[in-house]
């Protein structure tokens, strides 16, 4: 698929073609490797000591290229104040004076409207094809092993609004795409799809079954194409490396200050997921990116106890449930929880608990022995769309504000960036994803 639109990419013509990325996420690898391929010299700058050690560790391991409905809609609108009262919540928000949040929050509130899901709906899955597309050659050409398995995913609606709404998005995806794989599944059908669900059909209203979505780990993704760089030659590794600042002329990047020194570069790839608006804001400009905590706990299933199939959606408790395969042994990672809270990374045990709760009654999970948690920030947006396209900054590229979907778009986001920097033609209209969106 092509985009044949009227805008065209701002080509940069580049002497040495030393192009740094800055953060090792699964964001920056994957654009790291798209530039090395197209023969950039690419440093890879990271303050960790290891690649996707942040928001690309231990997330909810699907690849969910159907399901891109933003967060932002009337629905959520409509819900918003239960969903941050009821002890539980899956959405928390801690209220602050912090400008950039007041900001992003009134963006996101501008956004909960029909006209605004359709438009992202339709930027999400014209980005997550290409990224599916992108994503099978890379997995083929370089055989990565990441437990990548095509389950498809069950969308479960608890109530007859939310299935409603489930429905009439189906209805919008079809429209936009002239075809669609999803069905619509009564509570009985969808029962007996799945039969690790601990359900009896009067609780659930429905449910959308894609077919076609996948699932694996992200975080052994991020591994094994780390692995495939580390291979090449006209790429440089900076672990433990945390940037500081960059150094500019005449609104040019023309090196990089960090902790291990000084870098010189021609052209810079901002990858910095929940940390790039704040590193925008001491570059002179603003990103609309503010972090979204997010939990997960791996977890095996209990003796006998029937194993999941699918990836499931549990969409009132915005918790997703992925079938994953560690050592020969099925494995179930729940992930779930958006809390505005900040920057604070670290595990809050009572919410951690709540989302757990939730997660053993749906299905029998093994809670005593082995149970892996994680939190992590994930880059939001307030339109749930990524960034990607330049910034201000002559020489400064953005791929950043992943938000829920970052492993899913980041093969077509890496992509949509080379295309951008050298020129070719696009695959996606960039409009719907520049800083300033034309949408
Ligand atoms: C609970 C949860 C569940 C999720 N589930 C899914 C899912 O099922 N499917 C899906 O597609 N997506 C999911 N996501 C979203 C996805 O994980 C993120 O969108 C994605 O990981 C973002 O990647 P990134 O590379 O932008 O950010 P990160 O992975 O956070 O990478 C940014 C990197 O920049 C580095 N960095 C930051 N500042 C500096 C600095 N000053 N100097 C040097 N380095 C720096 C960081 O150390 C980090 O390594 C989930 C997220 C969460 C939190």
Redesign the pocket.
Known sequence: MKWHGPLRAKVIWISTMRVCV???????LTTAWELAERGYDVTI????RE??????FA??????YAFVAPLACPETLHKLPALMLAAGAPIRIRPTYDPEFIRWGLRFLSACNDRMVTETTRAQLALSALSRSVMADLVEGEELSFGLRTVGKIVLHRSRRSFDAGRLQVERQARLQGSSNQQVLTPSQCLELEPALNLSSDEIAGAIYTPSEQVGD?RLFCQELALRLQQRSNVLWALG???RRLITRDNRVCAIETSQGVFDTNLVVL?????AAQ?ARKSGFRLPVYPM????ITARFAHKAASLRHSVTDFEQKI?Y?PLKENREEVARV???ADLVGFDGAIDRRRLAGMTRQAAKLLNLDLESDVRPWA????ATPDSRPIIGWSPIRNLFLN?G????????ACGSARQTVQMITGEQLSVNPGWFALERSA
Request: charged share 10%.
């Open positions: 800055l953060g090792a996420g699964v964001i920056g700058l990271e303050r960790r690649p996707a050690a942040e928001a690309s997330n909810g391991a699907q690849l969910s992200c490396t945390h940037v990858t910095l997921g929940a940390a590193f905590k997010g939990y997960s997703v992925a992930a779930g929880i992590g920030l994930r880059p950043t992943h938000g829920a979907l970052g492993w899913t778009l």
